[in-house]
Structures are given as C-alpha cells and as structure tokens.
C-alpha cells in the first residue's frame, strides 16, 4: 500500500488526574476500510476518540490524516479535517427536521435559504448514491431509532466525513436495522471512505470490519486482521486471560415452584396520551429466570419501574404472593421482598457521590441492625460494606471510596451485593451487564444462576439477546409495550431477531 | 465530579483561601479608583472587626445570625433544595418570638422565655417554608422563585402588622412596645470581662451558644441520622432515593421545614438579644447572607462556623471602615462585601480548574 493511511496516531496519551486513559497508543487505520476498535469499559475507547474528534485534547502524541499532522483541538478541527462521528446517542435536535438536522453546524451566510438549499441537494445525492434514503422534512423525533441514526450518519457525510467514527452503534436497533446500518457501511467502504467503529460486541466486529484493534487498561495491545483471528482470541486480548461463555443451564420446568409475581393487564398510560406499557399479563415463578428481549424503548424500562414501585400504573394488578401490591410504594414492596436491580445504575442504582458503604445500605438504612433509634452508626454500615466487598470481590476493596470512583463493573456489583444480600424473594434486574466488563458479567451472571437455583424469582430485563438466551428459562419478548406469549430460550436468534421487531413469529 | 483529583484539604482551604484573597484583591482596587488607600482600609476593617472587645462582640453578634441563616441554606442544599427564602423565614420566626416575648416576657425570667420563643421562632420560620416545599414537593413549582416570592410576602405582613397591630398606640415608629425583662436575651459582658474583654455596647449575647448548639445538631442529622442519610440521598440522587424506598416529596417537606426552622430562630438574635422589640429590617439581609456563608463553608457545619464569622467581621468591619474613613462610603462597603460573596460563593468553581492542574501535577510526576 504506497497510499498514506486514512488516520494515523501515533503515541498518544492522556490521563485525567491520576488516571492514565490513555498510554502510548499507536493506531493505523487504512483508507477504504472498516476498522473496528474492541476494548472493555474503561478500557480507553471513548477516550482515544474523543481524542481524534477534538473533545479532548492529549497529553501527548500525533495525530496524522491522509499523511499530513494535523491539530485536532476542537470538534469544528476534526470536522475541518474530513472526520464525522455518530454518537452512541446520536445528538440529535429532536424536535427538528431531518434536513435542520443536517445543517447543523454547516450553516453559512445570514440566512438559511441557501443553505437549505444545498443540504437537500446533497442529501438527494447520498440517498441514491449509499441508498441512504430518509424523508429530508420528517420531523426527527417521530422516526424510528434506526432512521435517526442515519440522520446521524448523513450529517457527518454531508459536512463531507472521509472518515466515519462510529460509537456502539447497534446498542439501539433491533438485529434487521443493525444488518441495514452494516450493508450501509459496507457500501461506504466500497466508495473508498473509511470507518472506525467502537464496539464491545465481537459478533460485529466479526462480521463487518476489515482490520480490528484491542484496547485494554488503556494500551493497544494488538491490532489483527479480522480474517485472521476469532471471538475468541480477541475475548483473551480484551480480558488478559481466557474467558468461558457462559453455559446454558436452563431447568426443566418441573423445576420451578409456586408464582411469586403475577402481574395482569398492567398498562401506563402517560399524560401525552402515548401508552409505553400495554395490558401486560405474566406470571413469575420461584425458581426462575423469565428473560424480557426487546430493542431498549420498548417499555421495559417503564415495566421495571411500575414493578418496582416507583411509577403508578394507570389500570391492573400485580400481586406478590397472592397479595396485592398495585397500591403499596417502592419502600412497602421492597419490606415484602421485592428487589430492584436498576437498569441506570449511575442514576437509579446508586447515589455516586455517597462512599461505598453509604450505598451498601441504601434501602436497608432503617434496618434496627444499623444503628439505635433514630441514629445510623458508621462503623455498622463500613462493617456490612466490608461483607459484601469479601463476598462479591469489589475492587478496590475499600468502603469509604466514593463510587463514582468505581469501574462499571465494580459499581453494579455494589448494586447486586446490596440487593441480594436483602435476601428477597423476587429480584428484578435491568440490563445487568450494561457497561460492565467481561469479568464481571461472568460473576454476576454465576451470581443470578446461584440466586435462581435457591429458589428466588428472577425478571431479567435486558437489550442483549445473547445474555437473554443464556439466563433465562423462559423468553418474553416486548415490544411497542406488548409482550410475545413465552418462547424457550433455545429459540433460534432470527425468530427473537423478527419478535424483537414487531414481527409476529412464524 | 470536578474534585476528583483534588484532595480535600485544598477543596475545604485552599481554594476559599485564593477565593477570598483574590476578593480582597478585586476590592483593593475598586478602593483605589476611589483615591483610597487599599492598605489602610484593610487595616481599619480588620481592627473595627477584631481590635477590641467591643468591635469583636459585634462581629461575633453579626455572625451568630449568619451561623443560622448558613446552616438553613445548608440543610436544605443536602436535599438538592436552594432555600432562598431564608430572609422570610426569619421575619416570620422574629414575629413568632416577638409574640412570646410580648406574651411571657413580663412575667417569666429570660431562661424560661426563651425555649418557648425558640420554638415560636422555629415554628413561624418552618410554617413560612412549607407551603414552597409543598408547591416543589407535590405540584414541581420551582422552589427558588416560591421562596423568593415569599420573601416579597413576609416583608409586607411584617410591615402590616408592625404599623397597624403591634405599633405602640400614639407612637410614629411602626416597631413594638420593648419587651419586658423577661424577652430580654442577656449579653455575654460578663463572660467577656472574665477573659479580660469590655464587650462595650455589643449586643453579642446567649444565642451565639445557641447557634453553635443548632451547628452540632445539626451535623448530628445530616451525617449521623437515618434521616440525614435520607436527606443526602434524595439530595445527590432523587432517582435512587426513590427506588430505595425514600419518598422524595416527604423529603423535601422535612428538609425545607427544618431549614426554615433554622432560618426563623436566627431572629432570637436581633429581636431577643438585641433590639428587645419587633422591628422592621431586623433580619439585615441574614438570609441573603446565609447563601455565601453555606456555599463558602461547603454547607459544613465546620465550614459554615469560620464561614459566618468571617462575613460578621465583614459587616462590622465594614461599619468601621465607613466611619474612619470618610472617603469609602457605606455603599463602597457594600461593594467589598459583594465582592467577597462573589468570589467565595458565586464563583467558588472560577479557580478550581486552575488550583486542580497545579496540584495534579506533581502528583501525576510523583
């Protein structure tokens, strides 16, 4: 290849006080391919981007596009020097039009007119060149996530992006729109652009890139031919040692015992008048893991909070063991031996700023154990934070560090220890591994197994279908606020891929 | 997240020190556009606050009214809450004490009235927070603006009961008839004298150690009680207090009610320790004051002590400096003093970045 390559860096770092998110990193991406970047949370990803589109500014090191060093200090810099990026959650204008949308930041002159002019000239071209076809005057807001990702992906093109960065750009679509978005990027590879996309999902990066690079603790530890290597090599690279997938281990349904949580036509309705929870009925056995799939928007995270208690349905019944709870508050349930496992750890699960032992006791902070009347005693809390730090290796093992200074991994363990250790009888997680590292997903996946097998009833709300097919017992599948009737986990991927998008199964 | 690489000896000293330093720089100035003598004027405020017995008796009067007013900010700041209705809480608790004053002070001795006037005083300030806390709690009217409407309102109740109901018949002023002996809080002369002090005509009296009681309690609460640990969570993170089981709603009524119980017994000061009668603008925008004395003392107790006594030395100080010195008038005072709520309050986050790089350095190459 006598062609310079599309980006070069070359020694970068950066830290952040005394963090070092980035130590001497070289990176060679070639033009006119797909390079994927894999990498554990906190392993520097977002960080080395953030770099190269000017959020940050490194400590040291160079960056190089198309063979020439370039300073990339402010987003307006990378954007001067042909690099897009679509954001994870797009940034995007909601409440204007796709074509508003477009022009953002590419807007010249007094007035708009000619600008708007030319943003719905290149648009028409992009659409039929990439058949990267979106309505120019749809409001933004009422399309489908998919399409909204591609409003993110024509901006970047139309402020004419050589190079497209990427971040975890699947986390949103269902399994079809993820094929479309992937039969896109293969057709800009084929135009000659280039493509960086961030992702900790080594399917895809199997599947699409050309070139694959892994991050860990901050380093490049090794950049491969995606041809060359497999799952498996680059699960070892991410983690620093083997990693096993987790096992099915599924029970029959003999296995399972009496219901714990019943829940009957349950449905919100919101002042809007959009209903994210329609007339949902299930039933959830001791005993049991009962998987929720669906693309995230879906209503589970409305569902979790209706079972939690911190949202009042409109109409329906949920009974914990035959008694009623519809009426009775987050607290009240959480006394019957209701755990919630938030899917938002940073906003629900945990209060950041508080030290770890203030969050171990969270919810159980009126347990007479804790202190006299109306007191909490320090050391009682420091002493069950050192228990659950002992049982569910919290790293670092220290109680009075702020938990806003833990690792994702770290942090939801602090969340499962402080809910399972309640000792409930049901136990409601939301998207248990979101931004936790291989690691700890193991551990926590042992964990609801463990929980599971003693008995406990088990609702796993979660976006991955793979983490889904693997827990649970049983596969409920939700979408525009409904829920399928029960499928066995052993369903095939396209079948919960076509129920995850509306379909009906075959 | 901006002091995570700050330790914390540098977050609770160091920066208020640059802070209040550089205030003093920026009023330096304006001083001198002025065609005075910065050094000078520095040294008559430090005297007129801290040269005599008197001049210490009135900073540490002026201050036990901002130990108040701060830990009312500071109670409701721990629940997320900005309280910036401490002004019209401590009208309402002034009026409440004024009552019992009125009431018993006649016929009790001072150490019987002043439990039941504290309690009046904290009742008046809670009832005047409340219906904000309501209307934030329960209907999500912004507390800020409720506050400060129901500062607009208290001062004109004060005024309207001060000029028809509790004038003194036949009398022009519109304050109260003095309180008998009873509503009388005495002075602190004798325990001045006995550490060598004249306290002179200060009104510094027994609710200092009152305020200093209100400090540790109310330490106690916010990190040693169940309910403090309550407050704080919704505070940091409504979202998790919820799903732990807290009732936010429940929580901001508790918070605002104490924070406006605090507010309301700073009156106890003014009207009990000082004046010895209701009068109008007894609160001597305390409650103001209290926000920059909170903020400055990171709505510590331990902050909020060191705080309030350097902003009772402002205000007496300034007194000072306006008297000795023809040349500043009270409204250059006034600009010093803003100067110093700017730097230490409202722009406690202007230094920080820089005080972060230089500190993390050295640790970085450590």
């Known amino acids: 290849m006598s062609e310079s390559p599309a980006i070069e860096l070359r020694g970068i770092s950066k830290s952040f006080g005394a963090v070092q998110a980035n130590r001497d990193i070289d990176l060679t991406v070639t033009k006119g391919t797909i390079h994927g970047i894999v990498g554990e949370n906190g392993a520097g990803k977002s960080t080395l981007m953030s770099i190269l589109y000017g959020y940050y500014t490194a400590d040291a090191g160079e960056i190089r596009v198309g063979g020439q060093p370039v300073r990339i200090a402010t987003p307006a810099d990378a954007i001067r020097a042909g690099i897009g990026m679509v954001h994870q959650h797009f940034m995007l204008v909601d409440d204007q039009s796709v074509i508003e949308n477009v022009m953002l930041g590419s807007v010249d002159g007094l007035l708009t007119a000619a600008s708007l002019r030319r943003t719905r000239a290149a648009l028409d071209e992009l659409g039929q060149t990439y058949g990267l076809k979106v309505d120019p005057d749809a409001i933004v807001e009422t399309l489908p996530v998919g399409l909204q990702q591609r409003v993110a992906i024509l901006r970047a093109m139309v402020r004419r992006a050589d190079v497209l960065i990427l971040d975890e750009p699947t986390g949103v679509l269902t399994p079809t729109e993820a094929d479309d978005l992937f039969r896109v990027l293969g057709r800009l590879r084929d135009e000659g652009r280039t493509v960086i996309l961030i992702t900790h999902k080594l399917r895809e990066i199997m599947a699409i890139t050309d070139m694959v690079s892994v991050l860990r603790r901050g380093e490049m530890i090794a950049t491969r031919r995606t041809a060359d290597t497999s799952p498996a090599e680059l699960a070892e690279l991410m983690v620093g040692r083997r990693v096993q997938a987790p096992q099915r281990t599924a029970r029959a349904d003999t296995a399972r015992g009496p219901v714990r949580l019943s829940v009957r036509d349950l449905a919100l309705t919101l002042r809007g008048g959009a209903r994210p929870v329609k007339d949902l009925t299930f039933d959830l056995r001791a005993g049991e893991i009962l998987g929720i799939a669906g693309v995230a928007g879906n209503g589970q995270s409305e569902l979790l909070e209706l079972l939690a208690g911190t949202r009042r349905p409109t109409s329906g019944d949920i009974r914990m063991r035959d008694r009623p709870i519809t009426a009775l508050s987050a607290g009240e349930r959480r006394k019957l031996g209701l755990a919630h496992i938030p899917e938002d750890r940073h906003h629900t699960g945990l209060v950041l700023p508080f030290a770890l032992y203030e969050n171990a006791v969270l919810g159980t902070h009126r347990d007479p154990s804790l202190g006299r009347g109306p007191f909490l005693s320090p050391r009682a809390m420091r002493d069950r934070a050192a228990g659950h730090v002992a049982t569910y290796d919290i790293r670092p093992p220290d109680p009075a560090l702020r938990s806003a200074g833990f690792s994702g991994g770290n942090q939801q363990k602090i969340v499962v220890a402080r809910e399972i250790e309640r000792g409930p009888d049901v136990i409601l997680i939301g998207q248990p591994t979101r931004g936790v590292d291989i690691g700890a997903i193991e551990f926590i996946h042992r964990r609801m197994l463990e929980q599971r097998d003693a008995g406990k009833a088990i609702l796993l709300v979660s976006v991955e279908l793979d983490e889904v097919r693997a827990l649970s017992d049983r596969i409920l599948v939700m979408f525009d606020g409904r829920l399928s009737d029960p499928v066995p986990p052993e369903t095939d991927e396209r079948t919960l891929g076509l129920m995850m998008a509306g379909m009906t199964a075959p | ?366």
């Not at chain 2, 109670?75 to 004490?97: D, K, P, R, T, Y």
């Not at chain 2, 603008?281 to 705080?307: E, Q």
């Open chain 2, 1 to 366: 997240m901006n002091d995570r690489s700050l330790p914390s000896w540098a977050t609770a000293l160091l920066i208020p020190a640059i802070n209040l330093a550089l205030a003093f720089l920026a009023s330096g100035i304006v001083v001198l556009i002025a065609g005075q003598d910065p050094l000078r004027a520095m040294q008559v405020m430090a005297t007129g606050a801290f040269g005599s017995g008197e001049a210490l008796g009135w900073t540490l009067y002026y201050a036990t009214s901002f130990i108040f007013t701060g830990l009312a900010v500071a109670v409701a700041f721990h629940a997320g809450l900005f309280n910036i209705g401490g002004e019209g809480q401590a009208m309402l608790g002034g009026l409440g004490a004024a009552l019992v004053a009125l009431w018993l002070g006649d016929s009790l001795p001072w150490w019987a009235v002043l439990p039941v006037a504290t309690l009046a005083a904290a009742l008046f300030g809670m009832t005047w927070a409340l219906p904000p806390a309501w209307a934030q709690a329960r209907r999500g009217s912004h507390i800020v603006i409720t506050t400060i409407m129901f500062n607009f309102i208290a001062s004109t109740l004060l005024v309207y009961l001060l000029v028809n109901v509790l004038i003194v018949p036949g009398r022009m002023a519109p304050q109260s008839r003095r309180f008998g002996d009873g509503g009388q809080i005495p002075d602190l002369r004798g325990l001045f004298a006995a550490l060598g002090l004249d306290s002179g005509a200060s009104p510094v009296n027994v609710t200092l150690f009152l305020a200093l009681l209100a400090a540790a309690a109310v330490w106690v609460l916010i990190w040693r009680t169940r309910l403090g640990y309550e407050i704080r969570a919704v505070g940091h993170a409504p979202a998790a207090a919820a799903n732990a089981g807290i009732d936010p709603a429940r929580i901001i009524l508790i918070a605002m009610g104490v924070s406006g119980a605090l507010a309301g017994a700073m009156a106890l000061n003014p009207v009990l320790g000082e004046a010895g009668r209701l009068k109008l603008d007894f609160t001597l925008g305390a409650g103001f004051v209290g926000i920059a004395v909170a903020l400055m003392g990171r709505c510590h107790p331990a902050g909020i002590l060191p705080a309030a006594l350097l902003f009772g030395a402002l205000y007496q100080g300034g007194a000072a400096l306006s008297f000795e010195m023809p040349g500043i008038s009270r409204n250059m005072v006034a600009v010093i003093q803003a100067l110093v709520i700017l730097f230490t309050g409202a722009l406690e986050n202007m230094t920080r970045p820089l005080v972060q790089r230089l500190i993390a350095a050295p640790i970085r190459r450590a």
